[in-house]
């Protein structure tokens, strides 16, 4: 819930609570059991599928562990966080987010986050928690860029209402993107200004379900150069490097990676070989 990949969870008193596709859920595992409750009037049958979408249940996540543990970084990346899943996140919510991921920090991102939603969707309440939807295209269209601009979104505004206006206009759809190749997805999101390459890979991988996507920001040029490559390398390199080493799964590996180096350090992972 805390790796990077979504901007909506927090934890409060033992529960982790979260906005996921219009819903407030509040989560908690005890031992191998996963106890949710929802603010949605769904069956629990409905949720329970959901859920297991959601949270990549379905995915043989044994096996593609097994497949990238292939040498010490990695094998401590996961030995310290095995059981984490990359989640299929709602389309829209995830290619804006990451929209506003561009050039910011964890916290920032949810707080403008926070600030939109707050604004612009709607109130949902679960136990006495209040939070807001993720706003929908439409809403967004209609704020304008000023307003926007005035959420904190700064430089990004003008792109996330260009994107925003073209999807509510039914110019765009992000439902297409689910029959696509990696490749084909992958070049239609830089088809809108303001989302380029590692923008586009985030949601390939965490919302259409392409593992083999990689997206390299500073923290995971660091890890390629710094743990495997010995010298700095160019963005195009180190996607070379990463495919052919880690194959398939490589969106897996690069999490693992990614969360340990963000939480437990970088430094930790270069002592493994000493």
Known sequence: ME???????QPLNGWYYGIVEGRLLKIRQENQTLIVESSADEEEDQLDVFLRHYLDLNRDLP???DAVDIDPFIHRSIETFRGMRILNQEVWECLASFILSQNNNVPRIKGIIRTISTRFGKKITLDDVIDYSFPTPQALAEAGVETLYDSGLGYRAPYMWA???TV??????????KS?????SKQELMGFKGIGEKVADCICLFSLGHVQALPIDVWVKRIIEQ???KREASIREIRRFAEDYFGEHLGYAQQYLFHYARTV??????????
């Not at 509510?168 to 993107?177: K, Q, Y």
């Not at 350090?265 to 000493?274: A, K, P």
């Open 63 to 65: 096996t593609i562990l």
């Open 3 to 9: 790796c990077g990949q979504s901007f909506r969870w």
């Open 180 to 184: 696509m190749s990696y490749a084909e």
């Open 265 to 274: 350090g970088l430094e930790n992972l270069l002592e493994t070989e000493r």
């Open 163 to 165: 994107v925003s206006s």
């Open 227 to 229: 743990l495997y490559l």
């Open 168 to 177: 509510a206009a039914g110019e765009f759809d992000l439902e297409n993107l």
